[in-house]
């Protein structure tokens, strides 16, 4: 779903200077829109991802609404100037919730399946994913939105609802089956010694039994300032 970032930087700027009549300083207007919109509302759009489920149910939203966004954009171009930029306005608008939504998404969701002792691992594993869309975007946003037109539009709507709509239960089964923990805590001082005294008490009782007599006969454990027992 990160292939979304480039409708807005890519194909929507290329679509409205060479697809439809609305004037190209839209393009500076609604990059400005997304931007202050990401600063203030990120911290209220990330509430309720927090869980696993609900971290799954803001990435469905989110495909939902980006697939509203590009449905707008595509009708764009059918309209005068007025329509195309009121159109333009809502989709973007439509378009940074969705971004918000599946950020705060995708966070929940690479935290919260990750085990304890594995943050690393699948955090990287989940940016190679990021990345991955992030390069194949171009190539699949222009080649729908800008040689296709309206259908190419149309087909990436159904290709982020269907994607959004996957994230609940692929999430649910990676719950299911997730590895568990394999930290161990380390033992203590206390539990180190507990443990030397049920294997066979401490050095001094060691020295005991290795001697045979013990104190009383002058072995290795026997106290100080004690001369050893004659025969």
Avoid at 60 to 71: D, E, F, K, M, N
Wanted: hydrophobic share 50%; charged share 10%.
């Amino acid at each position: 779903m990160s292939m979304h970032f480039s409708l807005l930087t890519l194909a929507l700027p290329l679509w409205i200077a060479g697809h439809t009549i609305a004037p190209v300083w839209m393009i500076s207007v609604l990059t400005l829109v997304n931007t202050a919109m990401v600063v203030l509302l990120q911290v209220r759009a990330a509430r309720g991802a927090v869980t696993l489920p609900g971290a799954a149910r803001a990435s469905r939203r989110a495909g939902a609404v980006i697939a509203l966004a590009c449905v707008l954009f595509a009708a764009s171009g059918a309209l005068p100037t007025p329509g195309a930029i009121c159109l333009l306005c809502v989709g973007s608008l439509a378009h940074v919730i969705g971004e918000l939504r599946h950020s705060a998404g995708g966070w929940g969701i690479s935290c919260g399946l990750a085990p304890a002792d594995a943050h690393g691992q699948y955090q990287g594993t989940y940016g190679m994913g990021y990345e991955l869309g992030k390069m194949l975007a171009p190539v699949v946003v222009t080649s729908l939105a800008l040689g296709w037109g309206v259908p190419g539009w149309l087909v990436l709507a159904g290709l982020f609802l269907l994607l959004g709509a996957l994230v609940p239960p692929v999430v649910r089964w990676a719950g299911r089956t997730r590895p568990t923990s394999a930290v161990t805590e380390p033992a203590t001082s206390e539990t180190g010694l507990a443990t030397r005294r049920r294997g066979g008490g401490s050095i001094w009782q060691a020295g005991r039994r290795a001697d045979g007599a013990g104190t009383a006969t002058g072995g290795i454990g026997a106290p100080r300032g004690r001369a050893p027992a004659r025969p």
